[in-house]
């Protein structure tokens, strides 16, 4: 799956922090994944917060899974790089 991120007004690529999520269950069925997020950085200052309610398979689950476990990975070894080379990170905890 690819495509390309969205933007905003001002050309940059438009986030929406993640500040919350949920996961129920459809026996036997599938999984009800809530987001909370917020729309953007002011949003998340004023605690304001949408909701975006998927439904997943299983497989669509083990997928998205295995995705974002990579994904960290990548981001972890780029930050430790970075850090290496005296780079301050903004969004490590």
Do not use: F, W
């Not at 981001?75 to 780079?87: N, P, R, T």
């Amino acid at each position: 799956m690819s495509g390309e991120v969205e933007l905003n007004e001002a050309g940059n690529v438009k986030i929406s922090p993640l500040l919350d999520y949920e996961t129920h269950l459809i026996p036997g069925v599938a999984v009800i994944l809530r987001i909370g997020y917020a729309e953007d950085m002011e949003g998340m200052q004023s605690h304001t917060t949408e909701h975006l309610q998927l439904t997943l398979t299983p497989g669509q689950c083990r997928s998205l899974a295995e995705t974002l476990l990579r994904a960290k990975s990548q981001v972890e070894a780029q930050s430790s790089i970075a850090a290496q080379a005296g780079a301050a990170n903004p969004y490590q905890n």
